[in-house]
């Protein structure tokens, strides 16, 4: 089945703590992204990767850390998470550059205390 | 950049009726235009999406309509179901370069049995 996996789909912690959200996709897209979603604010894109290797900020990247090593995962670094992070997190993968439909994964819902 | 406006945010309608999600676009050079369903506890999910080389585009009860001249486009759903009931995006991109993509801030409709 294709899909976008998060892991993990729910996590509590505290300020200052480091934590990684890891995303991986199954459907060889080479275009991966993070969405933070809040409340009255939509999504909003953190940082996005046209491959492997290639990465670059969205409109919100203060604070988060990406890399892409393999074509399938695209893992979310905070490293010094702070109450202001506390939101609905969102991978989603792409097959092309181009204007095209996004795959979404289930969600990482975090609580930095 | 790219500013997308969605209205309204939330839409409380009767089964059976019809519903009118609207969104606005900044950026001329725009020419995709997606919509995304998301349920409760779920990611968005691509429901119908429409390219700015056409001004309409139908798919069974919903539909999506596109006035560039005016910079807006409008999703309509008819015959109104209860598991319509979810939170709707709206958003813009260009094509050329990188996937930059601008949601909307969501609707929340509310089908009522």
């Known amino acids: 089945e294709a899909q976008v996996t998060q892991n993990p789909r729910y996590l509590i912690t505290v300020t200052g703590k480091k934590l990684t959200v890891t995303c991986s996709q199954n459907?060889?897209?080479?275009?991966m992204s993070w969405y933070r979603q809040d409340p009255g604010l939509g999504l909003r894109q953190i940082y996005y990767?046209?491959?492997?290797?290639?990465?670059d900020k969205g409109d919100v990247p203060e604070g988060y850390k990406v890399s892409r090593k393999e074509k399938r995962n695209f893992p979310l670094i905070l490293e010094s998470p702070s109450p202001n992070q506390t939101s609905l997190y969102f991978c989603?993968?792409?097959?092309?550059?181009?204007?095209?439909?996004?795959?979404f994964g289930e969600g990482s819902r975090l609580t930095v205390l | 950049g790219e500013n997308v406006e969605q209205h309204p945010s939330t839409l409380s309608v009767q089964e059976g009726d019809s519903a009118v999600i609207k969104c606005t676009y900044s950026?001329?050079?725009?020419?995709?235009f997606p919509w995304y369903k998301q349920e409760l506890g779920k990611g968005p999910q691509l429901i119908i999406d429409?390219?700015?080389?056409?001004g309409e585009k139908k798919d069974q009860r919903i539909a999506v309509t596109l006035n560039k001249t005016a910079k807006h486009f409008s999703l309509h759903i008819t015959e109104t179901q209860p598991e319509d009931s979810a939170v709707y995006f709206c958003?813009?991109?260009?094509?050329?370069?990188?996937?930059?993509?601008?949601f909307g801030t969501g609707t929340k409709l509310q089908v009522i049995p």
């Open positions: 989603a993968s792409s097959v092309t550059q181009g204007a095209g439909e996004l795959f």
């Open positions: 459907m060889n897209h080479e275009y």
């Open positions: 990767s046209m491959n492997v290797e290639v990465t």
């Open positions: 950026d001329s050079a725009s020419n995709y």
């Open positions: 429409i390219r700015s080389n056409v």
């Open positions: 958003a813009a991109s260009y094509s050329g370069g990188y996937q930059k993509v601008t």
